[in-house]
């Protein structure tokens, strides 16, 4: 099975959000922070991270950035609760530093878990 790294400030969102991708039996990590983030990658690369845009402490842009230089391969996530007039811009950017897939919060759980599955069995077949 695969690993998981949920990377957003919201206990909320960690509570809620990993049960859910971890139903097929994955590993799912939890980060509160992107420093969290770069550590867990640092000890142990994931197969898939979901990257929370808004941080208190280095934005989700710089998180992608520097978890896809640790682990080229990675694939990535984003999402956001960001304000609607900023969020789509946001989300853009994430896709040009190498997100795979984008989702405004609050979204579709069934189109998530969809997006999470088809990443992973792109990376198992990239293997």
Do not use: C
């Amino acid at each position: 099975m695969a690993t998981i790294l949920i990377v957003d400030d919201e206990e909320s969102f960690l509570s809620a959000i990993s049960p859910l991708v971890g139903r097929g039996g994955h590993t799912v990590r939890l980060a509160g922070s992107a420093y969290d983030a770069e550590r867990e990658v640092a000890a142990r690369p994931p197969d898939l991270a979901i990257v929370d845009m808004i941080m208190p402490d280095k934005g989700g842009l710089e998180t992608i950035a520097q978890l896809r230089k640790m682990s080229p391969g990675l694939k990535v996530i984003a999402v956001s609760g960001a304000p609607a007039s900023g969020r789509r811009r946001l989300l853009d950017w994430a896709a040009r530093m190498g997100a795979s897939q984008t989702f405004s919060k609050p979204f579709a759980i069934r189109e998530f878990l969809d997006a999470v599955q088809r990443l992973l069995e792109e990376k198992v077949s990239e293997n």
